[in-house]
Nanobody
Framework: QVQLVESGGGLVQAGGSLRLSCAAS????????MGWFRQTPGKEREFVAG????????YYADSVKDRFTISRDNAKNTLYLQMNSLKPEDAATYYC?????????????????????WGQGTQVTVSS
C-alpha cells in the first residue's frame, strides 16, 4: 500500500513556473515507476510525464516536452515536476501516480490503467 500526497499547485501567470511535489509512503519507492497526469473538467485524465524507478530514464507527453522536467529523490521518497513556460492550456488538476511493475525493468507506462496508486491532486491555474 502506497500513499501519495501532491503539493505545490497554485496560480501562475502564463510564461511562469511552478514546481509540484509528491510525497510517497513506503519502503520500496525506488522500485516504482512514477508518473504525473492532469485532468480538466469534462476531459480524460492525460499523461504528462513518467520516470523509472532509478530516476535514470524519463519520458514525456509531446505537449510538455522541453518545458516540464520530472525528477525524483528516492532518499526522500519524493517525486517532482518542474513546470516552466506555462501556458493557459496547462491549467488542470495534477495527479501523481505510482506503478509497481509486474516485470523486471521499466515499461514506460503512459495509461491511467497501468498505475496502481494515486494522489488526491493539486490544482494548477495559469492566467493569460
Amino acid at each position: 500500500q502506497v500513499q501519495l500526497v501532491e503539493s505545490g499547485g497554485g496560480l501562475v501567470q502564463a510564461g511562469g513556473s511552478l514546481r509540484l511535489s509528491c510525497a510517497a509512503s513506503g519502503r520500496t519507492f525506488n522500485s516504482y515507476t512514477m508518473g504525473w497526469f492532469r485532468q480538466t473538467p469534462g476531459k480524460e485524465r492525460e499523461f504528462v510525464a513518467g520516470i523509472c524507478g532509478t530516476g535514470r530514464s524519463t519520458y514525456y507527453a509531446d505537449s510538455v516536452k522541453d518545458r516540464f522536467t520530472i525528477s525524483r529523490d528516492n532518499a526522500k521518497n519524493t517525486l517532482y515536476l518542474q513546470m516552466n513556460s506555462l501556458k493557459p492550456e496547462d491549467a488542470a488538476t495534477y495527479y501523481c501516480a505510482a506503478d509497481k511493475p509486474s516485470f523486471p525493468g521499466c515499461t514506460y507506462p503512459r495509461r491511467q490503467r497501468e498505475y496502481d496508486y494515486w494522489g488526491q491532486g493539486t490544482q494548477v491555474t495559469v492566467s493569460s
